[in-house]
């Protein structure tokens, strides 16, 4: 069964082509990650799987609707953690937690949620006061607490600690098991090899490549995924440098 659907995506802001004919499905079930240089389109792409930017042209399809039409109906099925979000300084962690499951017609125990992103002992801190490693646990736990089919996910790991990071992997593992489709925005290679099925390598505003960690490095002969993103990068650019002569 296919979770999302992207075919031929544009969108512009002013002069600037962000995204450029972008296509791709994800299976449900499937860990994606998307990667790229800055600005390559990522988040551009992510924002318009979940109604947060109209499409200039082409066709979204988030669990069967359209995110910019159905926004409402998918917020209850998506979960979204988006680069950085900010909730009221005063909001307390327990608080965030208890409100945003609320919000969902059939939320995970937000207490259990609390547990297993180990917010327990920051729960009775207020946002404003929080690190921002905790932050990002936060917004993760709030992302999942309305037991989501689709998670929706960007820079999943910035921001923590790597003890943290490792246990976040973790719970992406358990989410996989479940059957959550999961969309990645990663800069982390490492995490994007580990946690990924399929990866899409963004260059300018298009898929440079498509395929499963160990296929895109078999095809570029490198040791890594980093190795055979910064191999694919440097193709597209030669090849972009190649067209505009
Ligand atoms: N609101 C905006 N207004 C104008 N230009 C924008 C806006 N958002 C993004 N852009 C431009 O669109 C292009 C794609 O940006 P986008 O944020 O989608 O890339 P990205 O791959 O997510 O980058 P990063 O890795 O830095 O988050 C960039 O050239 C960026 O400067």
């Known amino acids: ?67 910019a039409r159905r926004r409402r109906e998918l917020a209850q099925r998506v979960g979204v953690q988006l680069q950085e979000s900010q909730l009221p300084d005063r909001l307390r962690v327990a608080e965030a937690l208890r409100l945003y499951a609320g919000l969902h017609r059939a939320p995970a125990d937000w207490r259990s949620v609390m547990e297993r992103w180990g917010l327990e002992p920051v729960r009775n801190r207020s946002f404003g006061d929080l690190s921002g490693g905790w932050k990002q646990r936060l917004q993760l736990a709030l992302a ?50 580990a946690l990924c099925d399929r990866v899409a390598v963004f260059a300018a505003g298009r898929i440079a490549a498509l395929g499963g960690p160990a296929e895109l490095v078999e095809r570029t002969g490198s040791g890594s995924l980093e190795q055979a993103c910064f191999a694919l990068m440097e193709q597209a650019r030669a090849a972009a440098r190649e067209d505009a002569r």
Do not use: Q
Not at 35 to 58: F, H, I, M, S, Y
Not at 165 to 189: F, N, Y
């Open 1 to 67: 069964m296919t979770a999302i659907e992207v075919k031929d995506l544009h969108k512009r802001y002013g002069g600037t082509r962000a995204v450029d004919g972008v296509s791709f499905t994800v299976a449900a079930g499937e860990t994606f990650g998307l990667v790229g240089r800055n600005g390559a389109g990522k988040t551009t792409t992510v924002e318009c799987l979940v109604g947060l930017r109209r499409p200039d042209g082409g066709t979204v399809r988030v669990l069967g609707l359209d995110p």
């Open 144 to 193: 999942l607490v309305g037991a989501p089919e689709v998670v929706v996910l960007d820079e999943l790991t910035t921001g923590l600690d790597p003890v943290a990071r490792r246990d976040t992997w973790e719970l992406i593992g358990d989410l996989k098991a479940s059957g959550t489709t999961v969309v990645l925005v990663s800069h982390h290679l490492d995490e994007t090899e």
